[in-house]
């Protein structure tokens, strides 16, 4: 009987890092985009290679960069590179890693960067644990995030740290960067001979969105799904892009920056009176997984403090819509969301309202709060009637007009106007009739 070989007495071979790994530049020559920190004669560089950097925040969209630029910066600096990520890590590996850059510097006099990746994932907790390290000089500390360090690093860690902004990557940028993944030999594809049409290329390059890593992925994916022909070459064209690609990776975290960037330029569009803007912003939310109500929440709330009293049909559509989208669900209630958001987009605009309210709240918190005029009270029982409850009393259907000119504000507020409709749409109206009844006894 035959003996069995055991299962592994061949050692596996290494994993091959995917290509955008392997194409991750070593130095300045090879850096793409960021120009504003990095360019000759910029502060960052200047810092970099003089070899006097402090502690950074690296603030930068998903592959812009981030993580290369630590790497080229402990290249440059000589020094060692751990890397940590906070998704995974934890005060441990933190202590680890510390206790090791001790131990270097005692023995060689070599520094350590510390890299950590995602540094808003930590709690403050852990963020703490940094601080201390980074105060004495012990490590050179960077963190990369996607989010606003001002709401997501504690402010010990951040006044400590020099904050640097990563812009998204350029079509041009991301262009360069895919090229010269296909023509270099060593890391790149170059020994696989590809040939990518144009419109293959600037598909790939649109659907990336300015993310290098997604860029190289998907053509790598597409690199390897299509078949060398006689001479050696692979052919790529949109429809290999498309299937290595499957849809837009669209970059949003509910929680975070892209939540508020993306709901302050869908509420500013339509103030604004731009509906298509409008309808772009509230498809960026829907299709990148936004929750429905929350928009329809901010469309009510809009209706309200940026339409009012100019189109009191505003706030009909907008309740419309959210009753729409809690009846029916998504993807059929985001129509309901687009007229309402079209029809706030193209209604005049007034926040009258909204600074009418805003004041009464200001003066209910610091003004005098006084009782209730005797002559707009019930005089609910006998002893109420005799106190003055109601007396002076004027019944508006019983004049001219159903209307009368008396006080209804306690004294010290008698005269005071909080509402000043504006002029457009149906406030003029309003506007006109407030003349007619108050003219000039409001001031």
Not at 34 to 43: F, I, K, N, S, T
Not at 149 to 176: A, H, K, V
Not at 301 to 322: H, K, N, T, W, Y
Not at 343 to 352: E, F, R, V
């Amino acid at each position: 009987m035959m003996e069995r070989m055991p299962l592994f007495d061949v050692p596996p071979e290494e994993p091959r890092a995917p290509l955008a790994a392997r194409m991750r530049p070593r130095d300045f020559t090879t850096f793409v985009g960021q120009d504003h920190l990095v360019a000759p004669g910029r502060v960052l560089r200047c810092c970099i290679e003089s070899d006097q950097l402090p502690s950074l925040i690296l603030w930068g969209p998903p592959g812009s960069g981030k993580t290369t630029l630590a790497h080229i910066i402990a290249n440059v600096t000589r020094s060692h590179f751990d890397s940590l990520s906070a998704v995974t890590a934890g005060v441990a590996d933190l202590r680890r890693v510390i206790h090791q850059a001790r131990a270097r510097v005692q023995s060689s006099g070599q520094r350590t960067i510390l890299f950590i990746d995602e540094i808003h994932r930590f709690n403050k907790a852990q963020q703490d644990a940094v601080l201390p390290f980074v105060e004495n000089g012990t490590v050179t500390f960077i963190g990369a995030t996607t989010e606003n360090p001002s709401f997501e690093i504690i402010s010990p860690l951040l006044s400590r740290c020099r904050t640097f902004r990563l812009n998204m990557l350029t079509n041009e940028d991301t262009m360069g960067i895919v090229q010269r993944a296909i023509n270099d030999d060593e890391s790149g594809l170059g020994k696989l001979h590809v040939n990518i049409t144009e419109r293959a290329l600037q598909h790939l390059v649109e659907m990336a969105s300015g993310d290098a890593r997604i860029a190289l992925n998907a053509l790598e994916m597409a690199t390897f799904a299509v078949a060398p022909d006689g001479e050696g070459c692979r052919h790529i064209d949109q429809v290999e892009i498309e299937e290595a690609m499957q849809h837009r990776a669209l970059s949003y975290d509910k929680g975070g920056d892209q939540h508020y960037d993306l709901i302050s330029a869908l509420h500013k569009s339509l103030r604004g009176s731009d509906p298509d803007a409008g309808l772009y912003w509230l498809g960026r939310m829907l299709e990148s997984g936004e929750d429905p109500m929350y928009i329809a929440r901010r469309i009510v709330r809009f209706a309200s403090e940026d339409v009012g009293m100019a189109d009191p049909q505003a706030l009909v559509i907008a309740m419309a819509a959210q009753q729409a989208v809690h009846f029916i669900g998504l993807p059929e209630g985001s129509l309901a969301l687009a007229q309402a958001v079209v029809y706030l987009a193209c209604a005049p605009k007034s926040n009258s309202l909204y600074l009418a309210y805003s004041q009464v709240q200001e003066d209910i918190k610091k003004g005098r709060i006084e009782p209730v005029p005797l002559h707009l009270r019930n005089p609910e029982t006998g002893l109420m009637r005799d106190m003055g409850y109601g007396k002076g009393y004027q019944y508006s259907h019983d004049y001219p007009g159903h209307f009368s000119l008396q006080e209804y504000l306690p004294p010290s507020l008698q005269g005071k106007r909080y509402y000043v409709p504006g002029d457009q749409g149906y406030e003029a109206e309003i506007a006109a009739r407030l003349e007619r009844w108050w003219g000039k006894h409001k001031k």
